[in-house]
């Protein structure tokens, strides 16, 4: 493999068994304690990207490794018992292993840690720690709302832009995707690293709730994933309710529209001129 895929396309897929604690006896039925099945097939798709069909997972990672830019490679909104965040780790640390036996020495040694896992629930927080250290997985943890531009602009001054942004079944998040004023995206517009021409996002939700792309062009919806590939099922043995969708920027359309958008700034300044 050459090019941005060699580390990532050589690393090889491997069986990953996670141990992840949950409060659901204590909390049932607390959303932020518990891994919902949007967020099971998250991880799944996380952990083995080559067998989830998600190429655009590793070309982010290698461009992110190449470029020396990766305080953080990725990021969690609403990460609950942190199970995304700790597969997308251990899926990176392969990586890195990789880049480093072939390419790089000394990659990899951020101060911060691979992954960043964020929630607005103190105790998900707790959660996540205690998952990561159990599976060895290098996630820091933040209390942040998603919802909160301010907040997550803090994030991303921090880390320098992720290469990755992994969301799923985000309340309120997800309706009216085709807007661009729809939340997700402005979420997007400040979290991925607009120095990585390969960043991604990687959102699950439910197949009757898809995330479609915005209207005005500016994300391009690269695939859809479903839960079959792992063999999902409903309980009575439908195929998969949800889906995993992953996002770039479409960086032709967007040249597009600032083209066009400066057309119309200096067709107006003529216009006052003439005036």
């Known amino acids: 493999a050459t090019g941005t895929d060699a580390a990532s396309a050589a690393v090889a897929e491997k069986n990953v068994t996670l141990s992840l604690e949950q409060d659901g006896f204590l909390r049932p039925f607390d ?3 518990i891994l919902w099945p949007a967020g099971y097939l998250l991880t799944l798709c996380v952990a083995s990207p080559k067998l989830c069909g998600a190429i655009e ?17 990725a990021i969690e909104l609403g990460a609950g018992v942190g199970g995304p965040s700790i597969a997308m780790s251990l899926y990176i ?4 292993l990789q880049a ?5 020495e000394g990659i990899g040694s951020s101060q911060h840690s691979l992954v960043l896992a964020t929630d607005r629930a103190l105790h998900s927080l707790a959660l996540v ?4 250290s159990t599976n060895h997985a290098s996630v820091d943890a933040v209390l942040s709302d998603y919802s909160n531009l301010t907040a997550l602009s803090e994030l991303r001054r921090e880390r320098a832009g992720f290469a990755v942004v992994l969301g799923s079944s985000l309340q309120t998040f997800f309706g009216n995707t085709e807007d661009p004023e729809s939340p997700v995206w402005s979420a997007l517009d400040i979290l991925l690293d607009p120095n990585n021409p390969q960043a991604v996002a990687a959102l699950s939700h439910t197949r009757t709730e898809p995330v479609n792309p915005p209207n005005d062009g500016r994300y391009k919806l690269c ?3 479903s839960g ?3 063999g999902m099922q409903t309980r009575s043995g439908d195929t998969s309710d949800f889906h995993v ?3 770039q920027v479409d960086v032709e359309a967007t040249v597009k529209a600032t083209s066009k958008q400066k057309q119309n700034m200096s067709r107006e300044a003529r216009d006052e001129a003439e005036l």
């Open 129 to 132: 720690i205690a998952n990561a």
């Open 31 to 33: 959303i932020s304690s």
């Open 228 to 230: 079959d590939v792992f």
């Open 223 to 225: 695939r859809r994933i």
């Open 93 to 96: 640390q392969r990586v890195l």
């Open 245 to 247: 969708s992953l996002f």
């Open 100 to 104: 480093t036996n072939h390419r790089k």
């Open 57 to 73: 997972l590793g070309r982010a990672i290698d461009a992110a490794i190449e470029s020396g830019r990766h305080n953080s490679f």
